[in-house]
């Protein structure tokens, strides 16, 4: 099985750092490790326009800044991690691109079942990432992925110059990082039973709801998974 690590930094430093640290740690021979980084791409702005949503073969129009290699390589994988920093009390300009750029993927649930972790570095008290961190947990359920968990770190500077601490040597990281790694790689293999919330259930019954309306790609994925006549796709 395939684990993706996901650099959402337009930097290699520490969010990239920890990411490594996640990766490295993980021995197991049956998960094949890919990292990339989202800025070694020149991701176009969304330009609102719907087509994927509506038209053959639902993808985005704009196909020359590679996205699509990007979603390939998601689709090919078992668990994901996504490791960010936080800017200006969010996630990175770089992240909500790919994020709006995959609104193809917001209605259908594509990767229902996979498992993957969330992971902020920030130059402030790592309290600071709730928000961050709550937005991306929001987003990965609705693509189906569930969250095995979370870490943030609190980078003592965060901006990779001379007199920063790298992110390995601030106490506790290496084994944090290790720790949410094992677990996640567990998910992966032992694929644990999800049991979702209220939330959960009223945003697929939206969806589902959508889906009836719609029709098109939207209700092709649905009957395809048969999930018209479920509460969740879990159940």
Known sequence: MRLLGINCSPRKVNSYGVLKLMMDSIEDPRID???ISLGDYSLEHCKGCC???FREPYECIQTTDGLG????EFLAADGFIFSMPV???TVPGILKTFIDRCTNWSHVYPFAGKYGTIVATLAAPASVAGSTIDY???WLRLLGIVVSGE???FTRGGYGGPMDTAIGDIPGVKTEAAVLAAQLSSDMIERPTFFPDAADLATFRTLRQKAEAIGGHDREMWEK???LGKDHWSC
């Open 33 to 35: 490790k890919k990292i």
């Open 51 to 53: 087509a994927c949503l």
């Open 69 to 72: 290699t990007i979603q390939e």
């Open 87 to 89: 800017y200006i009390m």
């Open 136 to 138: 991306m947990r929001s």
């Open 151 to 153: 870490l943030a770190i």
């Open 225 to 227: 998974h048969g999930w």
